[in-house]
């Protein structure tokens, strides 16, 4: 494995260590036009093993923070992680513009959203 990284030298041993992670967990990294967030932030689909529906989750500095749900013919987004950071905030606005028909959240937003719990089958 380390030799398949040493072509890209320009990735610091943290972006490694991420990049080990998400091909570990079947993870994809958030990519948005062209921004990579630096290795801190990818996406995963995980079954609800209550409902046996698709939910697309956002892994922010190896916490799951939400996910999209396609639900009713539109998308909702759930709340797992009950803390903010604008940084972890950016990676929320990028993955929901990306992957649904809603715009980003504002802190206040974000705040008082309804927390979510996770029944999703783990790797």
């Known amino acids: 494995m380390?030799?398949?990284?040493?072509?890209?030298?320009y990735l610091t041993?943290?972006?490694?260590?991420?990049?080990?992670?998400?091909?570990?967990?079947?993870?994809?990294?958030?990519?948005?036009?062209?921004?990579?967030?630096n290795g801190r932030a990818f996406v995963r689909w995980e079954m609800d093993i209550e409902t046996g529906e698709a939910v697309l989750i956002l892994r922010s500095y190896y916490t799951d923070v939400c996910g999209?749900?396609?639900?009713?013919?539109?998308?909702e987004i759930?709340?797992?992680?009950?803390?903010?950071?604008?940084?972890?905030?950016?990676?929320?606005?990028?993955?929901?513009?990306?992957y649904s028909d809603m715009k980003g959240f504002s802190k206040k937003e974000w705040l008082e959203m309804p927390m979510h719990h996770m029944p999703y089958r783990k790797h």
Do not use: M
Not at 2 to 9: I, Q, R, S, V
Not at 68 to 75: A, E, I, T, Y
């Open 68 to 75: 999209l749900r396609f639900n009713n013919g539109k998308w």
């Open 78 to 98: 759930e709340r797992y992680w009950e803390l903010y950071s604008p940084t972890t905030q950016k990676h929320i606005n990028a993955f929901v513009s990306k």
């Open 13 to 37: 041993a943290k972006d490694i260590k991420a990049l080990r992670h998400s091909i570990a967990h079947d993870e994809t990294p958030l990519i948005v036009n062209g921004k990579t967030f």
């Open 2 to 9: 380390e030799k398949y990284f040493d072509c890209f030298d």
